[in-house]
C-alpha cells in the first residue's frame, strides 16, 4: 500500500495546485487546430526550459533522471537536424536553485510533469498518431517505471528532514519552477492563450 503522504508533499500540492491548474489550461494539447507542427514547436520549447533547467540541477542532484535527451530524441523524430537542434533558445530565467530545499521543489514539478505525461502520451498517441519512436518519447520518459520512480521519489520528500524554513523553500521553489515554465512558453508563443 502506498504511503501517507507527507507533510512537504501536501504541502507542495497546496502550494502549487493553481499553477498547474492554469499552466495546464493553457498549454495547447487539447486545443482545436493543436498539429504535428503546432507540437514540434511546443517541444522545442520545452528543450528550452528543461536543457538549462537540468544542468543548473546537477550541482544539487547529480542523480537526477535526465529529460532533455528523449525531448532531443523527440525532436530528430519529427525532424529537426542537429545544427538545429544545437540552435533552439534556452530559458535564461530559471527558479533559483541554492540548496538541496529549493533543488527538490525543482525536482517535484519535473518529476510530477510525468504523471500528467501518462494523460498525455495516450492523447497524442490519438490524435497526432504518435509513439515513443515518432515524438512522444518525453511524454513516457520512464515507461513501465512511471509509478516506481515517483513513488521512489516521494519517499525521499518524506525522508528529507529539512525543518520548517527549508520547506517553506521547497515549495517556493516548486512554485517559481511553473512561473518561469509558464513565462518562458508564453514567450515563446508555445501556449493556446
Ligand atoms: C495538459 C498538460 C497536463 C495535464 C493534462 C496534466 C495532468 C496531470 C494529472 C492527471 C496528474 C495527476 C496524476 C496522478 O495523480 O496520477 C498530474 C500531476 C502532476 N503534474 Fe501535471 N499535467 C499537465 C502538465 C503538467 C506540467 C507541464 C507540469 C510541470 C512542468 C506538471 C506537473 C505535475 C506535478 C508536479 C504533478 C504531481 C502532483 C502530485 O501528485 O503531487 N503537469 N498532472
Redesign the pocket.
Known amino acids: 500500500m502506498a504511503n501517507p503522504p507527507s507533510p512537504l508533499?501536501l504541502a507542495?500540492?497546496e502550494g502549487?495546485h493553481a499553477s498547474?491548474k492554469r499552466?495546464?489550461q493553457r498549454?495547447p494539447?487539447?486545443s482545436e487546430h493543436f498539429d504535428l507542427n503546432a507540437y514540434r514547436q511546443l517541444l522545442a520549447a520545452y528543450l528550452g526550459f528543461h536543457a538549462p533547467l537540468e544542468l543548473a540541477l546537477a550541482d544539487h542532484q547529480p542523480t537526477q533522471r535526465h529529460k532533455a535527451p528523449a525531448l532531443r530524441h523527440d525532436l530528430r523524430a519529427l525532424g529537426l537536424s542537429d545544427a538545429e537542434l544545437a540552435a533552439l533558445p534556452l530559458c535564461g530565467t530559471l527558479p533559483a536553485i541554492d540548496d538541496e530545499a529549493s533543488a527538490l521543489g525543482v525536482m517535484?514539478?519535473?518529476?510530477?510533469?510525468t504523471?500528467?505525461g501518462?494523460?498525455?502520451k495516450r492523447a497524442m498517441a490519438e490524435r497526432l498518431g504518435i509513439d515513443s519512436d515518432s515524438g512522444a518519447a518525453f511524454l513516457d520518459v520512464y515507461g513501465p517505471l512511471t509509478g516506481a520512480h515517483w513513488r521512489s521519489f516521494l519517499d525521499r520528500l518524506a525522508q528529507a528532514a529539512l525543518g520548517t524554513a527549508a520547506e517553506a523553500r521547497t515549495v517556493q521553489a516548486?512554485i517559481s519552477?511553473?512561473d518561469c515554465?509558464e513565462q518562458w512558453l508564453a514567450a515563446r508563443r508555445v501556449l493556446a492563450h
Not at 517535484?108 to 510533469?113: N, P, Q
Open positions: 508533499l507542495l500540492r502549487t498547474h499552466l495546464e498549454l494539447f487539447f517535484y514539478v519535473l518529476e510530477g510533469s504523471l500528467g501518462q494523460v498525455l516548486a519552477t511553473f515554465f
